[in-house]
Nanobody, 126 residues
Framework: AQVLVESGGGSVQTGGSLRLSCAAS????????MGWFRQAPGNEREGVAA???????VYADSVKDRFTISRDTTKNAIYLQMTKLKPEDTAMYYC????????????????????WGQGTQVSVSS
């Protein structure tokens, strides 16, 4: 079975940094796209950062210049380096993968992803 396992969440103060990791296993072939999403209580799940099928990084406007997505194809893993964290970044962060060929404009659409991790909590205090 396909499994995505996230790690690296935690609690930090405003301006702090965290690095999330996601390892994928059980796939017959590497997913076409992988990315990070987040969901705060009462809010819709939203795309944060992802790689499209051409391996171009795509970012939500709210995290540009603060978050960096990276990957290690040998480990079928992706990472999210988060810096200059703000209280509004507080959420459960999910790793996601898809077999679809996603382009830049749809790489952050949650409905395009069919594999999800369990999530890791990120809390930022003021």
């Amino acid at each position: 079975a396909q499994v995505l396992v996230e790690s690296g969440g935690g609690s930090v103060q405003t301006g702090g940094s965290l690095r999330l990791s996601c390892a994928a296993s059980g796939y017959r072939k590497n997913p076409m796209s992988m990315g990070w999403f987040r969901q705060a209580p009462g809010n819709e799940r939203e795309g944060v950062a992802a790689f499209d099928a051409m391996a171009n990084p795509v970012y939500a406007d709210s995290v540009k210049d603060r978050f960096t997505i990276s990957r290690d194809t040998t480990k079928n893993a992706i990472y999210l380096q988060m810096t200059k964290l703000k209280p509004e970044d507080t959420a459960m962060y999910y790793c996601a993968a898809t077999d679809l060929w996603l382009r830049t404009f749809d790489a952050l659409m949650k409905d395009k992803y069919n594999y999800w991790g369990q999530g890791t909590q990120v809390s930022v205090s003021s």
